[in-house]
């Protein structure tokens, strides 16, 4: 059987991979917090059918030898944490963070993840939630008799309570980084979770020792570029197509050789 098969049929899968990354990335075009993945590539094994270097005669070698390639995988999907655009919305408990740094989110399990979605609100019990109910680590609650709340570039949380002649200081938020960002794990609804790869989670204030600051009233959109993923999607299309036409060429070449006659 011909490699020219296999080969382009390992191009074929890649580019289908690459149309599946790029299609969720367009996907999450308006999710908040969202970060764009990118596929890696790398060649596969090479059969070796003649060696460089090999003595061909006194004085003389091979210059270049005679190696033939298996095609190609992909071999990571990388996620890349560039910071998207900023969108004002004056709502006191959206958040972004101008910098690196993640916001800490409490699951239900007691385990601890990790999300650049500041877009927070306030539960029965007056703790800061995400979307899905889960509470800010550590947690924020704020009480239901407040007249207004600011949170400064710091993560310091203070609000107003009737009576009061200046805001009260309540509570901080922590931020958390990473070594190796690219090696969190995605579990879906705009959270992450902590890797060997990643590195365990470094906590802090934000502001300082390399964390960004907070900003109150903004979210993070996603740092997806439309026409980027079009020119990568029609790209991969036409890649797709290619592959498809040296497996043609392939098998018509297969048809010639079957058809000889003596």
Not at 4 to 22: C, E, F, H, R, V
Not at 179 to 203: F, M
């Amino acid at each position: 059987m011909m490699r020219a098969l296999w080969t382009a049929a390992s191009g074929m899968n890649g580019q289908q991979y690459k149309i599946d990354t790029t299609a969720n990335n367009l996907a999450n075009v308006n999710t908040t917090g969202f970060k764009k993945s990118r596929v890696d590539f790398q060649d596969l094994l090479y059969q070796t059918v003649r060696y460089a270097g090999t003595p061909v005669a006194a004085g003389a070698q091979i210059p270049t030898g005679i190696q033939v390639g298996h095609g190609v995988r992909p071999v990571a999907t990388q996620r890349l944490f560039t910071p998207g655009t900023f969108q004002q919305t004056d709502n006191p408990y959206d958040l972004i963070i101008e910098g690196d740094g993640f916001f800490q989110v409490l699951l239900p399990d007691g385990t601890v993840s990790y999300t650049r979605d500041g877009a927070f609100k306030r539960d029965g019990d007056g703790r800061l939630v995400t979307s899905d109910g889960f509470p800010l680590e550590p947690e924020i609650r704020i009480d239901d008799d407040a007249l207004s709340v600011n949170i400064g570039s710091d993560g310091t949380v203070s609000v107003q309570l009737p009576g009061d002649d200046r805001p009260n200081e309540i509570a901080n938020i922590e931020l958390a980084r990473f070594v190796n960002p690219a090696g969190l794990k995605s579990d879906g609804r705009n959270l992450y979770s902590a890797t060997a790869a990643s590195g365990a989670a470094i906590v802090g204030q934000p502001g300082l020792d390399g964390f960004g600051n907070l900003a109150q009233g903004y979210l993070e959109m996603s740092n997806v570029q439309v026409v980027e993923e079009m020119v990568s999607m029609i790209v991969a299309q036409r890649a797709y197509e290619t592959n498809s036409k040296a497996i043609q060429a392939a098998d018509d070449m297969l048809q010639t050789a079957n058809n000889l006659r003596r």
